[in-house]
């Protein structure tokens, strides 16, 4: 699976999972960070840039399992923010136990007794960077009994040489009873960016048509539909492809774009 966001052109997906050490830092237009950087102690900074303008209708409450038909996007939400303040506030106290709690996995530098100082560490750089996310901006919700998706509408943010569509995103895991658990977390953002060739100018509605095929999500389970049918450009003959309409390709449980970021026992 993780074969196929190796060198994903055109995406930048930074995330930023739990606990991690979180520098701020710009990232590179076209190139992708080619392993999701959960379970291990990883370095990002901020992008800089000028304030993006909203796109897109919220995609709120989709669900595929018949036992959550009981459960409201409304709900979702309600229980994995819940989670998410109680995992903010672990780290903002630097409680490793309490974070635990709300965690699915964790870093092996946390889990280590003799690196309790870098631990604290990553524990306040999470902090600082999960405080500014703000829950109404959270307004597309997607679930069933073992997963949730919590995400921003796509904005759109112009440079001088590219545009492009950014998102923030929460993936969290439940337990049998249902409870959420923070898996991973994406910051800066999630970035799909086009070049402009200034040299052969293009309408902006035609960039953002691209990007809109770009970040095409059909069976909204956390990969773009090129990505699972490997046609992304530069995907290489070991991409693996998967089910763009079917949002656990493997059949055990788990959802393609969630898979992505559980450690392998």
Do not use: H
């Amino acid at each position: 699976m993780q074969n196929k966001i190796l060198i994903l052109v055109g995406v930048i997906v930074i995330i930023g999972a739990i606990f991690l050490g979180i520098r701020l830092k710009k990232p590179s237009p076209l190139l992708i960070n080619t392993s999701p950087i959960i379970n291990s102690d990883a370095s990002i900074t901020a992008a800089s840039g000028t304030p993006p303008t909203a796109v897109g209708t919220p995609l709120v409450g989709t669900s595929t399992s018949v036992s959550t038909k009981t459960e409201t996007a409304g709900y979702i939400k309600k229980i994995a923010w819940t989670a998410w303040q109680g995992y903010l506030s672990a780290a903002k106290d630097n409680d490793f136990l309490k974070l635990k709690s709300y965690s699915y996995q964790n870093s092996d530098t946390c889990n280590d007794p003799a690196k309790t100082k870098e631990c604290n560490d990553l524990m306040t750089s999470a902090y600082k960077v999960g405080v500014q996310f703000v829950e109404k901006d959270f307004v597309n919700v997607w679930f069933d009994q073992k997963q949730i998706i919590l995400s921003t509408n796509f904005i759109t943010d112009q440079s001088d040489n590219a545009r492009s569509f950014v998102q923030k995103r929460i993936y969290f895991t439940r337990d049998s009873n249902g409870t959420p658990k923070i898996l991973s977390y994406s910051f800066p953002d999630e970035v799909t960016y086009i070049f402009i060739d200034k040299s052969q100018p293009m309408a902006t509605s035609t960039v953002d048509a691209r990007l809109t095929e770009r970040v095409k999500d059909s069976d909204q389970d956390g990969l773009p539909d090129e990505v699972e049918t490997c046609t992304y450009q530069g995907a290489t003959k070991d991409c693996v492809k998967t089910n763009p309409n079917k949002r656990d390709s493997l059949g055990d449980g788990w959802w393609d774009g969630i898979r992505i970021f559980l450690k392998k026992s």
